[in-house]
């Protein structure tokens, strides 16, 4: 056996307790990044759920996507592209095209439009668009007149409809009464007319929005995709819709699981935004990570240095040294990372059924999991070990640098150290500055770039830090801890670096969390505020299905109503660069009836008039408007939903856009260019002195097929990625505060193991239990309420610069949850200070001169 291997296994024997504590920190590790791995490979993998198009072999959309090219400075010219929800239509000559392309047997035009019935919201489809499921009549008829109507199980079921019974049907704010001829399968509430009638209902004659293709027998759908393409190409068809210059937009031809593209519009955008914020939670999982690790590895090695450095003083090289340590941290890490990748799978699956449970993913979305892929969390692990032996090397390398003798002595934090420290705390700084001119994402981004610079930069001061503390902290001590106030005291000043390595968890996990959560909580409750500050109205008119054409008038003419506003919620995609490089963005909007519109939703115009709202103009948020520079009479060009430009004219700004989005329009002009619009609600204010419940009942009456609510919410339009942030944001909290939470009891335990000497001869140096106890309670009080304060400190720099960038407020986190971090904080902190030595304050150490004290 090599001296190497000797060392090794001898010291992997002697220091199991300190070992114990890496291999937690090393399990955990690798349990994360398996866990967020397997996430991240999941959804890369996802498709949306092939449902109503299972029965076709191709199907042809129109391209759901829209694009932006620019050439950022010095690069070459880069693309960027942003999902679209909205239904991007195929013009109708397409049919024709590709029922001449040989191997096609059938083509079925697909009409999707929205049917309101009795409030609810359904699906209209032609009837022949059912065999492309294939979904077949389970009791009655097929529709085969204008007036008659196919209704699926679900839509029975909630409606309360049965056959041969008369339903009023609302499409596009028009109701009409239709005859229930049949029943059909399939899982979502849908209704079928004939095709004529579905035709003129969707209210787009010359355009389908998709074209289902059956292939002849013996054709495959890969060998008849590319001739459709072909076709398609050659007939010089491209989706509908004006598009901005270099925002092609040809026609898609969709096999295999692709074909779920057609059917849920919102799995694309939403499975982009997953795997971006997937993406930076792993980012941080690893950086994480690797403080965590070094901070414990270093602090094992640590007590080991007198060790190592006997070692070289009895003749061990350096590269000696080097190799028993690295082989007894890699044997440590083999085991951990193995462990952690086995437990990986389990905590994948919460985590995803934490994502389907929050409603962050959309429906639709498939998140597959082949057998393959069970060997992700191996390569994890590896990347486990490789942090691990890394960060052996750093912290076993001054006692393979130095002489010797030189390597028997403590080292003092060097001047690099410190100078390093300073510099990343100066430019976590300077990125939180940053971050108060930036908008949106990269103020997110600056902010985030400036809590872990300014982490690591207290990790490196840490010494430093611990030596500031002790002497604000020591006085009291000494005044009023009494004998163990004043050995705790001495054992801070004395041993800064330890005290120092003791915080850096403790600043890591407050000022995570205070971040993750104070970001969001922020955002949240700034946005409340506004919205209930907008909110002036006293009821509302709700209908999933849509509102019927004329509701405002309708509803303005009801007895004791002084104003009506209807409101739909919807989005814009801005093109924009930022450093030259192109940005596409989906911004939350409103579309609004401005009329009488201060009297029930007030967004706080700072300039312009909103009564000018109408098709071709648009009101701009402060915010917005401030990174855009535009004023009342400027214009701007904007990307709808549905991927078509438009050049708008500015007419007002408003302050409250956290609540109402970045924009409003007229509520015709969003509606448009807008598919499957949002519930759409009327908010009504009622004149002074009128009774409110008789106004409620009046409203039935006049706007019939809706419902009435007497206290209505706020109106708040909530960015798309919203509940996905927040449910990432939970996991991320718990996962990583968790493990920041047993990294901290892991560094505190190894340390106090360390000191068992050390209280051992002040036991027998003539104190009492009791006074150990005391001392052992006030430097964890001290380790504990440094590392808070710090960590405080850290969190308030980036979060205020995202507060004041994003909501133009301070920073903000609910109490309960900012005492759960303090709470937190000084239980571990104990309890990694004071159990680890109980069996040594337990032990017989007479005093010197006399028998054993108490």
């Known amino acids: 056996m090599s001296a190497a291997k000797l060392l090794a296994a001898k010291g992997a024997r002697t220091h199991r307790k300190a070992w114990a504590a890496v291999f937690a920190a090393l399990a955990l590790t690798s349990v994360l990044l398996g866990a967020f791995a397997l996430t991240l490979s999941s959804t890369g993998l996802g498709h949306a759920r092939v449902e109503r198009y299972a029965g076709a072999d191709l199907v042809v959309s129109g391209d759901q996507s829209t694009s932006f090219t620019a050439k950022p400075w010095g690069s070459e010219r880069q693309t960027a592209r942003a999902g679209l929800t909205s239904r991007v239509r195929v013009p109708e000559k397409a049919l024709g095209t590709v029922r001449k392309v040989p191997g096609v047997r059938a083509v079925v035009p697909d009409a999707v439009f929205t049917v309101g019935i009795d409030g609810r919201a359904a699906a209209g489809h032609p009837w022949d668009a059912a065999r492309l499921a294939p979904y077949g009549i389970r009791d009655g008829r097929a529709p085969q007149r204008p007036g008659e109507v196919v209704l699926s199980g679900p839509a029975l079921k909630e409606h309360g409809t049965g056959l041969g019974k008369r339903v009023s049907l609302r499409v596009h704010g028009k109701d009409a009464r239709y005859t229930v001829v049949g029943a059909a399968e399939g899982p979502r509430a849908a209704a079928y007319f004939t095709g004529a009638e579905a035709r003129r209902l969707a209210g787009h004659p010359t355009t389908v929005d998709a074209l289902g293709i059956v292939a002849e027998p013996g054709t495959a759908a890969g060998t008849l995709a590319p001739r459709v393409a072909h076709a398609l190409e050659k007939a010089r068809l491209d989706s509908v819709g004006r598009r901005a210059d270099g925002d092609a937009a040809p026609l898609r031809v969709l096999a295999g699981d692709e074909r779920g593209d057609a059917e849920f519009l919102a799995v694309a955008p939403a499975r982009t935004n997953t795997l971006a914020l997937l993406a930076s939670v792993a980012a941080t999982v690893v950086l994480v990570a690797l403080l965590v690790v070094s901070s414990t590895i270093a602090q094992a090695l640590g007590q080991r240095a007198h060790e190592l450095g006997l070692l070289r003083a009895v003749g061990a090289t350096p590269r000696q040294v080097r190799g028993a340590v690295g082989r007894e941290v890699g044997r440590v890490a083999v085991g951990a990372g193995l462990a952690g990748a086995v437990a990986s799978v389990p905590l994948y699956l919460a985590l995803r059924a934490l994502l389907s449970a929050g409603g962050a993913l959309p429906a639709g979305l498939e998140l597959p999991f082949p057998p393959w892929l069970a060997l992700t969390p191996l390569a994890t692990a ?109 054992n801070c000043t004395a041993s800064a670096t330890r005290l120092g390595a003791a915080i850096t968890p403790i600043v890591l996990v407050t000022a995570f969390i205070g971040v993750q959560l104070g970001g969001g909580a922020t955002l949240i409750h700034a946005g409340g505020d506004q919205a209930g500050q907008a909110l002036r109205a006293d009821l509302a008119v709700r209908a ?31 093109a924009r660069k930022e450093a030259g490089e192109p940005r596409l963005e989906r911004l939350p909007a409103l579309g609004v009836t401005p009329e009488d519109m201060t009297s029930t939703l007030d967004p706080q115009v700072a300039e312009g008039n909103l009564n000018r709202l109408r098709s071709g103009t648009l009101a701009v948020s402060t915010e917005r ?26 007419v007002a700004t408003y302050e409250r856009g956290l609540a109402l989005g970045d924009f409003l329009f007229s509520r015709g002009q969003l509606l448009r260019h807008t598919s499957a619009p949002g519930p759409e609600r009327a908010l009504v204010a009622t004149a002074p002195g009128a009774d409110r419940a008789a106004v409620a009942e009046a409203l039935h009456t006049a706007v019939p097929g809706t419902r009435v609510e007497r206290d209505p919410g706020p109106v708040r339009v909530e960015p798309e990625d919203q509940a996905l942030g927040e449910t990432l944001t939970v996991a991320a909290v718990a996962a990583i505060g968790g493990y920041t939470v047993i990294a901290i009891l892991s560094t505190l335990t190894l340390i106090s193991v360390g000191r068992r000497p050390e209280l051992r001869l002040l036991r027998l140096a003539g104190a009492a239990r009791a006074q150990l106890r005391r001392m052992l309670r006030l430097e964890a009080a001290v380790t504990a309420a440094t590392g808070l304060l710090v960590g405080a400190a850290v969190a308030s720099v980036p979060l205020l610069a995202f507060s004041l960038a994003m909501a133009r407020t301070v920073p903000y986190l609910p109490p309960v949850q900012a005492v759960s971090i303090v709470v937190v904080v000084l239980a571990t902190t104990v309890g990694g200070t004071v159990p680890p030595l109980w069996s040594t304050l337990r032990g017989h150490h007479p005093r010197s001169g006399g028998p054993a004290g108490t």
Request: with cysteine.
């Open 382 to 490: 590896g990347l486990t070990v490789l942090i691990a032996r890394v960060a052996a090397a750093f912290a076993c390398a001054r006692a393979g640098r130095v002489r010797p003798m030189e390597a028997l002595r403590d080292a003092a934090p060097g001047k690099a150290r410190r100078i390093t420290g300073l510099v990343l705390l100066l430019l976590g700084i300077s990125s939180a500055g940053t971050a108060t001119a930036q908008h949106g994402q990269t103020a997110a981004a600056a902010a985030g770039a400036a809590a872990i610079t300014m982490v690591i930069a207290c990790a490196l001061l840490g010494p430093w830090i611990a030596q500031g503390a002790t002497r604000v902290l020591g006085a009291p001590l000494r005044r009023f801890g009494g004998v163990g106030g004043k050995l705790a005291a001495a």
């Open 544 to 574: 999933d299905g849509g509102l019927p054409d004329g509701a405002d008038r309708r509803i303005r003419q009801v007895p004791g109503v002084r104003g009506a506003t209807s409101v739909v919620p919807g989005t814009a995609v801005l």
């Open 625 to 650: 408007a401030r990174a855009l520079d535009l004023r009342p009479g400027s214009t701007v060009t904007l990307r709808f939903d549905d991927g078509q430009r438009a050049r708008l004219r500015v």
